[in-house]
Structures are given as structure tokens and as C-alpha cells.
């Protein structure tokens, strides 16, 4: 009896450890990207990408999951995309690049509850926008050559259809048309007429960046529409085949 009671003391005080160590954080489960540490920010101001940017307490982040190589697995962990990174592959710091990542955000917030995007599962709708468009492929991985973009100019910019297709959801995403600010809109406005100062092309330029910051001030719920879509019929390609993907096709590989 006695020596029962030691195993049963023992076992619970083994129990005991095990949680102190656990809650402690000093072992945590082996290998899913969910669980894995994301890799550290690059928001370091530059010429191209203002302090506030990176500071402010909505601008966006993202932790992406994508596979190690080509025919690879998935990755063990993730990847953390942030606006100076969206700025470096679409060229500029612009207000339709701040507007279209605040959006994504948002959707991505739907599809992937536990925060990480899965870059080798997702298909998105966009506009021609060069901005909008850039930010669509890059976060998602989509591209236009392979029939996992497609364009719908009938959409506004910042105005998406995003499915994660293994979980076979469609989210729609859209500017709240109340947010956009009339001076921005006259202002291109005026800038494409053809009939502008050099003054005019400056005062776009703030104009824009004022509306970006006011974006990334405050919860991007409350900038956005965002709901999901049952049922959504997915469009046929415009882009001519030109072969399918095929480099993640090998993401769930058994490791023996
Ligand atoms: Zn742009």
C-alpha cells in the first residue's frame, strides 16, 4: 500500500514538472509551421517606407507557410511578409498598396483562424490594379500564367475574392466605401485629366500617404466589408494554358 502510494506521489509530481516545464515554454510539440516562431519583422525605416508604417498599431503582417523546395514539403515554419517587403516587389509605397494589404488581412483573418496563410492553397479574384493586383499575388501566391489569379475589372480596387481551396471557402472583401476619402479621388482625377501642376503630383502623393496612415490607426475591420461566399462559381481562365503548376504538388510527401 505504502509503495503504492510513492509510485502514485511520484507520478504526479513527474506530472507536476512536466507542466511547470510546459507552461514555461520550455518544450513545445515538434514541427508544425502553426506552432513554429515567426521569423523576425524588417520595419527599419527607409527612403521608401516611412517609420510610422512599420509602427503604427494596424499596419498589417503576415505569416506566410509555403514548402522548402521545389517538389518539397511544406515548411516546417513560416515566413513573415510585411508592407516593406509588399513596397520591394511592387515598387512603391502607395495607398492602394496599404488599402489592398489592410483588406487581405482581413479576409485572411477568415480563412486562416490560426493566423497563418497557406501560400500553396489559395486562388484570389482581383481588378487590373497594378497595386491591388501585385499585393493579391504576392500574399497569395497566386499567379495570373497559372489560372489561380484572375482578373475581373468589374471589381474595385482593393475589392477581392479569396478561396482557400483545400477548405473549399470563397471570402469577398471590399473597401467600406465610406472610408475613401473624396480628395484622394479628385485629386487622380485631376492627375489624369492631363491637366495638373508638378504641385498636383505632390499633393497625390500626401494626399495618399495621409489616407495609408489613417488605415493602419485604427482596426481594419472597421475599413472593410468582409463576408463569406457560399457557392461561389470560380471564373474561367482569360490567360491561355500554359501549363499547370506543379512545384508544390508534393507539399504532403511522407517524410519516410
Ligand atoms: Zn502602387
Not at 480596387?157 to 479621388?185: D, G, M, Q, W
Request: proline fraction near 5%; charged fraction near 25%.
Amino acid at each position: 500500500m505504502r509503495h503504492n502510494r510513492g509510485l502514485h506521489m511520484k507520478r504526479w509530481f513527474l506530472i507536476g514538472i512536466f507542466s511547470v516545464l510546459c507552461l514555461g515554454g520550455f518544450w513545445a510539440p515538434q514541427g508544425t509551421a502553426e506552432e513554429s516562431i515567426p521569423a523576425r519583422k524588417d520595419i527599419e525605416p527607409e527612403w521608401y517606407f516611412p517609420e510610422w508604417l512599420g509602427t503604427s498599431p494596424y499596419t498589417p503582417v503576415f505569416k506566410a507557410l509555403d514548402t522548402v523546395n521545389k517538389y518539397g514539403r511544406y515548411a516546417q515554419e513560416t515566413k513573415t511578409i510585411t508592407l516593406k517587403d509588399l513596397i520591394k516587389f511592387h515598387g512603391h509605397f502607395c495607398g492602394g498598396l496599404v488599402e489592398s494589404a489592410g483588406a487581405l488581412r482581413v479576409a485572411f483573418d477568415l480563412l486562416f483562424p490560426k493566423g497563418i496563410i497557406d501560400r500553396t492553397d489559395l486562388r484570389i479574384v482581383s481588378n487590373n490594379s497594378a497595386c491591388g493586383g501585385d499585393v493579391a499575388a504576392y500574399l497569395t501566391g497566386a499567379r495570373l500564367r497559372f489560372a489561380s489569379h484572375h482578373i475581373n475589372n468589374s471589381l474595385t480596387e482593393s475589392e477581392f475574392f479569396i478561396r482557400r481551396v483545400s477548405a473549399r471557402k470563397t471570402v469577398h472583401v471590399k473597401l467600406n466605401p465610406e472610408v475613401y476619402p473624396v480628395e484622394v479621388k479628385t485629386q487622380m482625377k485631376k492627375i489624369e485629366s492631363g491637366k495638373f501642376t508638378p504641385q498636383d503630383i505632390d499633393r497625390f502623393q500626401e494626399l495618399q500617404w495621409a489616407y495609408a496612415r489613417r488605415l493602419v490607426n485604427k482596426p481594419l475591420k472597421e475599413s472593410f466589408i468582409v463576408e463569406e461566399v457560399r457557392d461561389f462559381k470560380w471564373p474561367d481562365p482569360i490567360c491561355r494554358d500554359l501549363g499547370a503548376r506543379k512545384d508544390n504538388d508534393y507539399k504532403d510527401a511522407p517524410l519516410k
